[in-house]
Structure formats: structure tokens, C-alpha cells
């Protein structure tokens, strides 16, 4: 349904906003084609039914603007990045963006557009949501891995770093106490993912059936047998349980009602323990080196410190921003989060560092 607005001849403002709304239509359609071109099957054919959704708002916007719709309005630099990236890459980070983007719609709040837009883009968001899922979850145990390594290599080594510094002691005693504590914490970090998910796997997996319990099928009775218990143990209702026992013992295969049988392997969640272990000691390598950075190229004193703390700084604000986009949160917020975070806990160990520096003295 068009506006009532729509007879009117519409402000200089109005075609602004027009003309950014058809460039952010054919931009979004344009990433769904390339991400689109990237896939098969199903994901494909989801990813073109959203580029011809968009295609059609951008009718709506054409309509509207008539003449004004030329000459054709330019594309953000940050949209063309977003194109460029699901060409090349067609990853579970961008679907993230075009989930927060389809989310933040306009429309709703703008009475130039319909309500059936504005319902298309809130849909669109679920989508994506939906597309991005099987992603995440893939993603989620090395990239958990990679995340806190990464914090905790610059949050600890920074700490570490300041603390010895506020002592007062040499500056080849802070790199060197640094580096120790980069092979220290990335060893131990390592160790202990790696002992996380193995355990976590492990105890996935006793979560599943005996597959020796097919040979028991045949002999129970129909009529009168353990095998409802099993399905009631796994939180059937009674009734449904039997029923179910029935329908097994009759085609004589006993399904494991887990997850997996939906499709989704919940091992996935968990991610692969070495790989897990190995992202987390090389993340947490990565980030503990830069508080060491300036050390390692000479400066000292306090010049050493602004700079590994601006530096932390930055790769914190980076940190918190991919996690943001990938969570679907506010990549500005989790970038400050993860920043005040890191900060104190470094300010802290700094005070303490000039209270033992002092007592010293």
C-alpha cells in the first residue's frame, strides 16, 4: 500500500532520504547476489528470493522519486566494502552485517514507506538470522578460543607489563618478564582449552546410544519392554514414549532422538580440541606481544607505557567490535565493554606496581 503522501510533491528532503533508501536496496540486493553466487542449494536459493524482496523495494523507491531517481545515487564506501567482502569471502561475518543491517530498518518509524517493507526487512533479519546459525555454531569453539586468548593475552601481558614497570625496575627486566609471561599464558591457555572441549566432546558423547543395544531389538516384546523407558528417560511423556517403542521395535532401528538428528551436530558447538587449544595459543601469542612491542624496539619508561596502552587499546576496540558483529549486538558498545574492561584491570595492577615500587624504596 503506497502512502498517503505519496500524491503530494515530495520536499528536497524527502527525495534525500529517497535516494539513500534506493541505494541501500540495490546495495543489499547486490550482496545477497554475490553471497547467492557463493552457495548451493537451499542457502542459494534463499539468498536470490532476498535480492528479488530488495529489488522490489527498490521499485517502490523508483516509483517514488520519479525523475529524481537520476541520476543513479551512489553507493556508501562502507556498503561497497560489505560487497567486496561477500564476493570474496561469502562468510558467516558478513551475514552477521546484513542481519544487524536488515534489523536497524527505517521503515518502521518512516511514513513514507509501507508497512509491508518495513515487516519484509524485520523478516529478512530472521533469515539471515537463521542462514548465520549453522555458521556461528561452527565458529563458536575456535573462535571462543580465539577471542579470550586474544583478550587475555593483551589484557594479562599488559597488566603484567605496567605492574613490573611501576616498580621501577629495568626496562630488559619488563621485556623479559613480558615474553615470559606470553610463553607462560599461551601454553597454559592452550592446555586448558584443549582439556575443555576434549572433555566437553567426551561427555557428548556418552550422551549418545549404545550402538550394540540394535542387537537387543528383536528379542524384546511387543507388547511389554523397556525400550518406552529409554524414550521416557530422554524426556518423553509416557504415551508418547510407547508409542515410540513401537514404531522402533517394528522397523527394528533405534533413532537417537539427539540433536543430530535434526541436522545439527552439537559437537560442532564444541569445536575440535586441538584446533580449539592451537587458536587459543596462538591468539593469546598475538595479543600479548603488543604490550611488549614497544620494549622490544627500545623505548622505555614512560613512553613505552602510553604506547603498549594504546595499542592494547586499539586491539580491544577490534576485538570488541568482531564479536559484536557476529553476536548481532552493537559493535560500538562491545568495543567500549571490551576497553573498560581491559583498562582496569590494567590500571589496576599499574597502582598496585607503584605501592610495591614505593615500599620498596
Known amino acids: 500500500m503506497t502512502p498517503s ?3 503530494a510533491t515530495p520536499t528536497r528532503r524527502q527525495i534525500r532520504r529517497w535516494r539513500r533508501y534506493l541505494a541501500d536496496e540495490r546495495a543489499e540486493a547486490a550482496v545477497y547476489r554475490a553471497l547467492a553466487a557463493r552457495k548451493q542449494g537451499t542457502e542459494q536459493q534463499i539468498l536470490a528470493a532476498l535480492a528479488d524482496a530488495e529489488g522490489r523495494h527498490e521499485s517502490y523507491w523508483l516509483r517514488r522519486l520519479g525523475p529524481a531517481a537520476q541520476p543513479p545515487p551512489r553507493t556508501s564506501l562502507w556498503t561497497k566494502f560489505q ?6 569471502l561469502g562468510t558467516v561475518f558478513i551475514l552477521a552485517l546484513m542481519q544487524r543491517a536488515e534489523g536497524r530498518t527505517p521503515y518502521g518509524r518512516d511514513a513514507d514507506a509501507t508497512e509491508r517493507m518495513a515487516a519484509d526487512e524485520r523478516i529478512h533479519g ?7 546459525a549453522r555458521g556461528r555454531e561452527q565458529l563458536s569453539g575456535s573462535f571462543r578460543a580465539a577471542v579470550f ?23 630488559q627486566t619488563i621485556l623479559f618478564t613480558g615474553l615470559a609471561g606470553l610463553l607462560a599464558g599461551a601454553l597454559s591457555m592452550a592446555a586448558g582449552e584443549y582439556v575443555s572441549v ?19 531389538l528383536p528379542h524384546l516384546d511387543l507388547d511389554v519392554n523397556e525400550l518406552a523407558l529409554v524414550y521416557q528417560a530422554r524426556g518423553m511423556a509416557p504415551a508418547e514414549a510407547t508409542g515410540h517403542a513401537q514404531h ?6 533405534l533413532d537417537a532422538d539427539a540433536p543430530e ?11 575440535n580440541a586441538w584446533s580449539a587449544a592451537l587458536s587459543s595459543f596462538c591468539f ?5 606481544v603488543i604490550p611488549v612491542l614497544p620494549y622490544l624496539f627500545g623505548a622505555s619508561g614512560a613512553t613505552a607505557i602510553v604506547i603498549a596502552a594504546v595499542l592494547v587499546g586499539l586491539a580491544l576496540l577490534g576485538t570488541g567490535a568482531v564479536v559484536g558483529v557476529l553476536s548481532g549486538a552493537s559493535p560500538f558498545k562491545r568495543a567500549i565493554r571490551q576497553l573498560a574492561i581491559g583498562y582496569g584491570a590494567a590500571a589496576a595492577t599499574y597502582l598496585l606496581g607503584l605501592i610495591f615500587g614505593a615500599n620498596l624504596t
Open 83 to 88: 560487497m567486496l567482502l561477500a564476493a570474496r
Open 261 to 271: 538428528a535434526a541436522g545439527v551436530d552439537p559437537h560442532e558447538a564444541v569445536g
Open 284 to 288: 593469546f601469542a598475538s595479543g600479548a
Open 248 to 253: 522402533v521395535l517394528r522397523t527394528l532401528v
Open 198 to 216: 576434549r572433555s566437553q566432546r567426551e561427555l557428548l558423547r556418552s550422551t549418545r546410544p549404545d550402538p550394540d543395544s540394535q542387537t537387543a
Open 126 to 132: 530472521e533469515v539471515l538470522r537463521g542462514l548465520a
Open 149 to 171: 586468548g586474544a583478550n587475555d593475552g593483551l589484557v594479562s601481558n599488559l597488566a603484567l607489563v605496567l605492574g613490573i614497570g611501576a616498580t621501577g625496575v629495568a626496562t
Open 5 to 7: 503522501s505519496s500524491a
